[in-house]
């Protein structure tokens, strides 16, 4: 069993991510902004812990991961304001990485987006460009980063029933449910050889531990 802290934990990836892993027995925190959302998580089988990590510095998200053997970024400003997406998906999450690493925490996987790069190619005048250029930026911070990282990069989000079953050799992006990015996770924290690899999939036909293990 371990622990696995979850940042964003009331997203709706990362409340079927919590259920997945409680059930499989670990020991969860869902890290949320809101203390209202507090039943939906312990819904899941996880523990709730309530902190804003745009507001926390290195040492006080470094305070807030210690103990844990994984991480997993699942948070977002949602779209909208530049400045909240670059506070949020851009600098929080580059301190929380390097939160991580100062609290002795190895085990990171972020959640990006299928086609996320420095070289994105998103329009400057494009709404999307600030998402674009966060994600990039902390995309590569962990890459540059000595922890055991993994960056898992699902095309567009729908939230039909999960299948299982993932593709991880598309050249472009398609639709892939929720519930199937959230068991990509679960099964990328087990998955020893999923480190240090940016997984880009679609849904698909390949059984996720199969097309992870490929």
């Given at each position: 069993?371990?622990?696995i802290?979850?940042?964003g934990?009331?997203?709706?990836?990362a409340?079927?991510?919590?259920?997945?892993?409680?059930?499989?027995?670990?020991d969860?925190?869902?890290?949320?902004?809101?203390?209202?959302?507090?039943?939906?998580?312990?819904?899941?089988?996880?523990?709730?812990?309530?902190?804003?990590?745009?507001?926390?510095?290195?040492?006080?998200?470094?305070?807030?991961?210690?103990g844990?053997?994984?991480?997993?970024?699942?948070?977002?400003?949602g779209?909208?304001?530049?400045?909240?997406?670059?506070?949020?998906?851009?600098?929080?999450?580059?301190?929380s990485?390097d939160?991580?690493?100062?609290?002795?925490?190895?085990?990171?996987?972020?959640?990006?987006?299928f086609?996320?790069?420095?070289?994105?190619?998103?329009?400057?005048?494009?709404?999307?460009?600030?998402y674009?250029?966060?994600?990039?930026?902390?995309?590569?911070?962990?890459?540059?980063?000595?922890?055991?990282?993994?960056?898992?990069?699902?095309?567009?989000?729908?939230d039909?029933?999960?299948?299982?079953?993932?593709?991880?050799?598309?050249?472009?992006?398609?639709?892939?449910?929720?519930d199937?990015?959230?068991?990509?996770?679960a099964?990328?924290?087990?998955?020893?050889?999923?480190?240090?690899?940016?997984?880009?999939?679609?849904?698909?036909?390949?059984?996720?531990?199969?097309?992870?293990?490929?």
């Amino acid at each position: 069993m371990a622990h696995i802290s979850i940042i964003g934990g009331h997203g709706k990836i990362a409340l079927r991510l919590a259920r997945l892993l409680s059930e499989a027995g670990h020991d969860v925190t869902s890290i949320i902004r809101n203390p209202d959302q507090t039943g939906d998580v312990t819904a899941t089988g996880a523990n709730a812990r309530v902190a804003d990590v745009s507001e926390l510095d290195t040492a006080g998200l470094s305070a807030l991961l210690s103990g844990s053997d994984a991480v997993v970024w699942s948070a977002g400003a949602g779209g909208g304001d530049a400045s909240r997406t670059y506070a949020v998906d851009r600098d929080a999450a580059i301190r929380s990485i390097d939160a991580a690493a100062e609290a002795g925490v190895r085990r990171y996987v972020l959640v990006s987006y299928f086609g996320a790069s420095l070289n994105h190619g998103v329009s400057e005048d494009s709404s999307f460009y600030a998402y674009a250029e966060a994600k990039a930026e902390a995309d590569e911070h962990l890459r540059k980063s000595a922890l055991d990282w993994t960056i898992v990069a699902p095309s567009s989000l729908t939230d039909d029933e999960g299948t299982g079953t993932i593709d991880v050799h598309a050249d472009s992006s398609s639709q892939v449910s929720r519930d199937d990015v959230a068991a990509v996770i679960a099964a990328v924290i087990d998955t020893p050889s999923t480190v240090h690899r940016f997984i880009a999939f679609n849904h698909g036909d390949t059984p996720i531990g199969e097309a992870l293990a490929a």
